[in-house]
């Protein structure tokens, strides 16, 4: 069964007309920018890898929200891919998780780990989320990220959420890669909104599909797939065998326009009034 974009993720990507091309298959086709980054401590391109500033040159262009903005209390859990390890800073995964504690401050609680790390996610998360406490008072809202095996990882983690009764407003996959024993490809019923960003090149080609376990309840913003034949993106944080083999999957999570519409995707999330 295929499912349609829905009319509200067609309003919300209409945020991003400026910056893209939704051409037939849903395919996206990122254009050149030149934009000068704003001084974050995430946005240092002196401590950066030259790709990963490149990588968030967009969104390091973004100020921080003033005090008078009203920002939705938020936890922000990202999933890194492959070995990559929480305080590896030669993924733009890392670095964009720094860009979203600077641009936010003390109102969104931003965690990073390792893909088999998630019965540590679970007891972070157990902190300061009560199981079923949305149901009587406001919670904060839950976001999840993830690039390759962290793409699979952040439905795993939704799904035993779940089961906790913690609901989660959005998941955002990066070219996912099928892990041994996990489905990247069904969302589950707890999550509110989903998207996913995938290439179909190289070693390792991201999930093409993603669907609701249950439509009623997910909505699936789009499953949008990223074409580089024209477009060169430098992965130099890579060795040359990645490089080589598989650059394709790390042309996608270096991309600055994926970048920039999932801190679109978060900024309209947390219902920002000014920015």
């Known amino acids: 069964m295929k499912y349609k974009l829905h009319i509200a993720s067609a309003c919300l990507l209409a945020l991003f007309a400026s910056d893209v091309t939704l051409v037939q298959s849903q395919t996206l086709y990122p254009a050149s920018s030149a934009v000068k980054p704003v001084t974050f401590a995430a946005c240092d391109q002196a401590a950066a890898p030259p790709a990963v500033a490149q990588a968030l040159q967009l969104v390091c262009a973004k100020g921080k929200i003033e005090p008078s903005a009203s920002v939705r209390q938020a936890i922000i859990v990202c999933f890194l891919g492959g070995f ?13 998780a720094r860009y979203l504690r600077d641009r936010y401050g003390p109102t969104v609680r931003v965690l990073i780990f390792g893909n088999r790390e998630e019965q540590k996610a679970i007891r972070e998360l157990s902190r300061v989320v009560e199981p079923d406490a949305h149901k009587v008072s406001p919670q904060p809202a839950i976001i999840l990220y993830g690039h390759s095996w962290g793409g699979s990882q952040i439905l795993t983690f939704a799904r035993d959420l779940g089961r906790e009764g913690i609901p989660v407003s959005l998941t955002i996959q990066i070219d996912s890669v099928h892990k041994l024993g996990q489905d990247g490809h069904t969302v589950p019923g707890n999550v509110a909104k989903a998207v996913n960003f995938y290439q179909t090149h190289g070693l390792t080609p991201g999930e093409t599909h993603i669907v609701p376990a249950d ?9 949008f797939r990223m074409t580089y034949d024209h477009r060169e993106i430098n992965c130099d944080n890579y060795k040359w065998l990645s490089r080589v083999f598989n650059k394709p999957h790390h042309q996608i999570e270096n991309d600055p326009r994926i970048w920039d519409l999932i801190a679109k995707l978060i900024d309209s999330e947390l219902s920002l009034t000014k920015n």
Request: no cysteine; aromatic share 10%.
């Open 215 to 223: 439509p009623a309840r997910t909505t699936i913003l789009g499953n």
């Open 84 to 96: 990559v390890k929480a305080d590896d800073a030669k993924h733009p995964e890392v670095w964009f």
